[in-house]
């Protein structure tokens, strides 16, 4: 399945330069210049990852970090910024962002590289998650089989 990224940024030259970068190596691209309209479209459609603008019009980048933690909370956050610190960077991380890039994107190799390993790693804990569920439910099907086996018995 096509890896879906929503990218929220009030810049439109990065919206759209970032878009075509993401769609010549396959992604479907969806694109926000604001954190409202970022929220609205993470509740009609699922994203796989967003590339957050840590300063958007309406609101910080660190406060979408927590409002698309509620509405899509496996999402891989990746907060960009023009105004790099390491105060920037430490409450982007606390508030649950996956990784921290400034802009503008020198080096696209490494940022897809990123991308691609953060995608990877949420497939992975996705494939985790499928094998515990199927082995709870393994285990509660066998635990009613047993309790049903007693009851007959007694």
Do not use: C, W
Request: hydrophobic residues 35%.
């Amino acid at each position: 399945m096509q890896k879906r990224i929503l990218v929220i940024d009030d810049d439109e030259a990065v919206r759209k330069s970032m878009a075509r970068l993401l769609q010549s190596e396959g992604y479907q691209v969806d694109t926000a210049k604001t954190g409202m309209e970022a929220v609205g479209k993470s509740k009609l459609n699922f994203y796989n990852l967003a590339l957050i603008d840590i300063r958007l019009p309406d609101m910080e980048g660190t406060e979408l970090l927590t409002a698309m933690r509620d509405t899509v909370p496996r999402i891989v956050k990746i907060i960009l910024t023009g105004y790099p610190s390491m105060n920037n960077a430490i409450e982007a991380v606390n508030k649950g962002a996956d990784a921290y890039v400034t802009k503008p994107v020198t080096d696209t190799d490494e940022f897809l590289q990123k991308i691609r390993e953060h995608l990877k790693k949420q497939e992975e804990s996705e494939h985790y998650g499928e094998e515990k569920i199927a082995e709870f439910v393994e285990t509660r099907i066998k635990r009613m089989d047993a309790k049903k086996r007693e009851e007959l018995l007694h």
